[in-house]
């Protein structure tokens, strides 16, 4: 949320984040920026985000979900890190997120099918789709997808974005992005 406060032109932003001791690093990075008016970081399920927020209260919705499901790796399920980065509280379905015209997603691609399936299961229409490449000679390790309630059948797949140049800084779009 702190971010998006300062990338785009949005009034309000709320952050809902499951694990207390990160919502509450949020929050002191709110109160740091001087956010307090602007940000909100809800400690919560995204499970019960129904019954927390009022139906149709968000005009976009962004994701950052865990990224590996069950058949992904070793966790410990009571680890801060295992939950935030694998299916351990819950699945990024988007039945729990109520109807906002957009929607935004940080992914893996290997998830990629899986993603866009339920997407459109949801009335989720996929509208862009960006490739996250940490070097330009590197496979992708993350995907940037956009998607709209209730849109017709047209994806744009952009440009990938490049991490790092050759000489391991920073390349100039994330630069740029991100105000270096």
Same mark, same amino acid.
């Given at each position: 949320?702190?971010?998006?406060?300062?990338?785009?032109?949005?009034?309000?932003?709320?952050?809902?984040?499951?694990?207390?001791?990160?919502?509450?690093?949020?929050?002191?990075?709110?109160?740091?920026?001087?956010?307090?008016?602007?940000?909100?970081?809800?400690? #919560? =399920?995204? %499970?019960?985000?129904?019954?927390?927020?009022? &139906?149709?209260?968000?005009? +976009?919705?962004?994701?950052? !979900?865990?990224?590996?499901?069950?058949?992904?790796?070793?966790?410990?399920? #009571? =680890?801060? %890190?295992?939950?935030?980065?694998?299916?351990? &509280?819950?699945?990024?379905? +988007?039945?729990?997120?109520? !109807?906002?015209?957009?929607?935004?997603?940080?992914?893996?691609?290997?998830?990629?099918?899986?993603?866009?399936?339920?997407?459109?299961?949801?009335?989720?229409?996929?509208?862009?789709?960006?490739?996250?490449?940490?070097?330009?000679?590197?496979?992708?390790?993350?995907?940037?997808?956009?998607?709209?309630?209730?849109?017709?059948?047209?994806?744009?797949?952009?440009?990938?974005?490049?991490?790092?140049?050759?000489?391991?800084?920073?390349?100039?779009?994330?630069?740029?992005?991100?105000?270096?």
């Amino acid at each position: 949320p702190i971010l998006l406060e300062a990338k785009t032109e949005g009034r309000h932003f709320t952050g809902l984040e499951i694990q207390e001791e990160s919502a509450d690093m949020a929050r002191r990075s709110v109160k740091y920026n001087h956010l307090e008016e602007k940000v909100e970081i809800v400690t #919560g =399920d995204i %499970k019960e985000a129904g019954s927390r927020f009022a &139906l149709a209260s968000f005009d +976009v919705v962004t994701s950052n !979900p865990p990224y590996m499901n069950d058949a992904h790796g070793i966790k410990n399920p #009571g =680890d801060a %890190k295992a939950i935030a980065r694998h299916e351990v &509280l819950c699945t990024w379905a +988007v039945d729990h997120i109520k !109807p906002a015209p957009w929607f935004y997603m940080v992914h893996r691609p290997r998830r990629l099918i899986e993603i866009l399936q339920t997407m459109k299961q949801y009335g989720l229409e996929p509208k862009r789709m960006k490739f996250v490449h940490p070097y330009k000679d590197r496979k992708a390790n993350m995907v940037l997808i956009e998607a709209v309630r209730g849109g017709g059948a047209l994806m744009k797949v952009e440009a990938p974005v490049i991490v790092f140049d050759e000489n391991g800084e920073y390349s100039q779009e994330i630069r740029t992005t991100y105000g270096y």
